[in-house]
């Protein structure tokens, strides 16, 4: 076999097709699953979380994975890298997200956040430094973020039950179902050779879990049920994320919000620092 052909028959439009088709039936299949597990659980007392057994259980291992190998990782990717280059590689995802937001935009006729993701990508990609430098945002340009799953939603397809995922987390019903999609318009996909994309995808979940860090610790101290807290702020993020139209005088505060996406916050002061 010539040298290469393994790496051109991985990268062919029909390999991808097939790839999209496995994933898609795996989600299918946890879905199916869930669906069962959740129905031969019984109801409980949140309507929204019918499935609630399943998914407190895969919460448990996601949490033990997250012990044993997300957290640590991502830790000691914060202790060692300095902020403004973790500042960087947050923007350079976040641009890339833009690139996906902006066609969700265009499909749900938002013509004001497609003008705004377009005009970030181009403003952040060209003048950025390929997206390392929010420049965007220092404009003044919003942030309009948005995947497959809010694009169903607004096409009439309802959330479906509240579902968490091996290793991914929180979901709903439709937004696993869109998941596939969505990883088709992840433009970090379509990055050659493999050991490239593969190592921007490690870099992309170990910088995503350390901009948490500090949230987690605030969450772990805090004296209430992890599990019901992360469903109720996931699906309010969601509903939030899905309401149309926009309202910019309701939504000032989350515009400015948005406006910080991929940018870590400021590192607090040393523990000395505060005493003099």
């Known amino acids: 076999m010539p040298a290469g052909t393994a ?21 299918v299949a946890v879905v199916g699953l ?12 949140d309507p929204r979380d019918p ?42 995802f976040a641009n890339l997200t ?5 066609v969700n935009n265009v499909l749900q006729l938002r013509l004001e956040g497609a003008a705004s ?25 919003d942030r309009y973020r948005q995947d497959f799953g809010l694009t169903l939603g607004s096409w009439g397809m309802a959330t479906g039950p509240y579902l968490v995922l091996p290793i991914l987390g929180p979901s709903t019903v439709r937004d696993t179902l869109a998941l596939p999609v969505d990883m088709m318009g992840n ?5 050659d050779p493999t050991s490239a994309r593969n190592s921007l995808y490690a870099l992309r979940a170990v910088d995503a879990r350390a901009n948490l860090l500090r949230a987690g610790s605030v969450l772990d101290s805090a004296a209430l049920d992890k599990y019901s807290f992360t469903r109720d702020v996931f699906l309010q993020v ?33 523990a000395d620092a505060k005493t003099r």
Request: charge should be negative; charged fraction near 25%.
């Open 7 to 27: 790496r051109d028959d991985e990268n062919h439009p029909a390999h991808g097709a097939a790839a999209l088709r496995r994933a898609g039936r795996a989600l």
């Open 98 to 102: 833009d690139v996906w937001s902006f």
């Open 187 to 191: 433009p970090g996909r379509y990055v």
């Open 117 to 141: 993701s377009f005009m970030r990508v181009n403003v952040n990609t060209f003048l950025g430094l390929g997206g390392v430098l929010d420049v965007a945002s220092e404009i003044g340009i």
């Open 238 to 270: 969601r509903s939030q994320a899905g309401a149309v139209p926009y309202d910019k005088d309701k939504d000032k505060d989350d515009s400015q919000r948005n406006a910080n996406d991929g940018v870590l916050p400021e590192e607090p002061p040393p």
């Open 51 to 92: 499935l609630e057994p399943y998914n407190r259980g895969v919460t448990q291992f996601n949490e033990q994975v997250d012990a044993i190998v997300l957290k640590p990782v991502a830790t000691a990717y914060k202790e060692v890298t300095p902020p403004l280059v973790r500042t960087g590689v947050s923007n350079f």
């Open 34 to 45: 869930a669906l069962l597990v959740g129905c031969a659980s019984g109801p409980r007392n």
